[in-house]
T-cell receptor
Framework: KQEVTQIPAALSVPEGENLVLNCSFT??????LQWFRQDPGKGLTSLLL?????REQTSGRLNASLDKSSGRSTLYIAASQPGDSATYLC??????????FGDGTTLTVKP | EAQVTQNPRYLITVTGKKLTVTCSQN?????MSWYRQDPGLGLRQIYY???????DKGDVPEGYKVSRKEKRNFPLILESPSPNQTSLYFC?????????????FGPGTRLTVL
């Protein structure tokens, strides 16, 4: 059974710092991996999707990498801002349609 | 506007009273899925559907039913709700090609079973 772990569980940084969030998974037979953002009491907003054949994806200040063989993905956030404060979730998806989420990293960016 | 809609957004009900949470998407997506989110347990997949008339169990299917008679709709049915089904429920959809298969989520349905 796929298990997804996100480290750290919580992170507090001053504004302007670059930071890395980690996601690890136990079964490398994945279809894709998706990073989401969730604000308190809200739904999930898709940030980046990496196909199993890709190594990284970039969108603005966000960069996600994938190392399928080692079962790891990282989300890099450059020049963090208070508006980046949220919980970040990674989801690992199989070709058969199963989705497994990590527990998330709660990020606080202090002004 | 491309979106996934869920209804109702909030529901308080009593044990044993059958209920249905609707989910609809207007993006012609083949894949749809239901999740529940609980503090300390994260998001867990309940059921998913790869296409019309095809449904499969996720990690926590007990106490739930689904159907996929039309591509755009994927209702979640609780035949006899119990308090342990109190949760925040999300519906999601995606394409299933090699690219552009990111999941889009609905706004969530907060269910309380008394």
């Amino acid at each position: 059974k796929q298990e997804v772990t996100q480290i750290p569980a919580a992170l507090s940084v001053p504004e302007g710092e670059n930071l890395v969030l980690n996601c690890s998974f136990t079964d490398s037979a994945i279809y894709n991996l998706q990073w989401f953002r969730q604000d308190p009491g809200k739904g999930l907003t898709s940030l980046l999707l990496i196909q199993s054949s890709q190594r990284e994806q970039t969108s603005g200040r966000l960069n996600a990498s994938l190392d399928k063989s080692s079962g790891r993905s990282t989300l890099y956030i450059a020049a963090s801002q208070p508006g980046d404060s949220a919980t970040y979730l990674c989801a690992v998806n199989t070709n058969a349609g199963k989705s497994t989420f990590g527990d998330g990293t709660t990020l606080t960016v202090k002004p | 506007e491309a979106q996934v809609t869920q209804n109702p957004r909030y529901l308080i009900t009593v044990t044993g009273k059958k209920l249905t949470v609707t989910c609809s998407q207007n993006m012609n997506h083949e894949y749809m899925s239901w999740y529940r989110q609980d503090p300390g347990l994260g998001l867990r997949q309940i059921y998913y559907s790869m296409n019309v008339e095809v449904t499969d169990k996720g990690d926590v299917p007990e106490g739930y039913k689904v159907s996929r008679k039309e591509k755009r709709n994927f209702p979640l049915i609780l035949e006899s709700p119990s308090p342990n089904q109190t949760s925040l429920y999300f519906c999601a959809s995606s394409l299933r090609g090699e690219l552009y298969n990111e999941q889009f989520f609905g706004p969530g349905t907060r269910l309380t079973v008394l």
